[in-house]
């Protein structure tokens, strides 16, 4: 079973930066889909970035230009570059993957293929 352990939230002021890494273990194939969710107080989970194997990229409108999503060589960890954040980022941030191939690198894709998250990690903007 895949499992997935996000860490390096925190709580920081509005035009800050942070960076989140998740990693990934027990998965017999490889991840050739994986992306970065949040979810606020009161609101529905939603992807934010996802990065196929090819490292294609793909991002909400709201984060374009200032977060970067990317995976190191091994593909077993995912980062998430956060800058000039603002009060409007501050969720649970959450990582997915799935081995699944010849399907769109999507966040409805990726939500679909999750049957267990992870605990996430707090992302707190103050303004």
């Known amino acids: 079973q895949v499992k997935f352990v996000e860490s390096g939230g925190g709580s920081v002021l509005a035009g800050d930066s942070l960076r989140l890494s998740c990693v990934a273990s027990?998965?017999?194939?490889?991840?050739?889909?994986m992306g970065w969710f949040r979810q606020a107080p009161g609101k529905e989970r939603e992807a934010v970035a996802t990065?196929?194997?090819?490292?294609?990229?793909s991002y909400i409108d709201s984060v374009k230009g200032r977060f970067t999503i990317s995976r190191d060589s091994d593909e077993s960890v995912l980062y998430l570059q956060m800058n000039n954040l603002k009060s409007e980022d501050t969720a649970m941030y959450y990582c997915?993957?799935?081995?699944?191939?010849?399907?769109?690198?999507?966040?409805?894709?990726?939500?679909?293929?999750?049957?267990?998250w992870g605990k996430g990690t707090q992302v707190t903007i103050s303004s």
């Open positions: 997915a993957g799935t081995p699944l191939l010849g399907v769109d690198c999507t966040g409805q894709i990726l939500a679909l293929s999750m049957a267990d």
């Open positions: 027990g998965y017999r194939y490889s991840l050739h889909c």
């Open positions: 990065i196929a194997q090819d490292g294609g990229t």
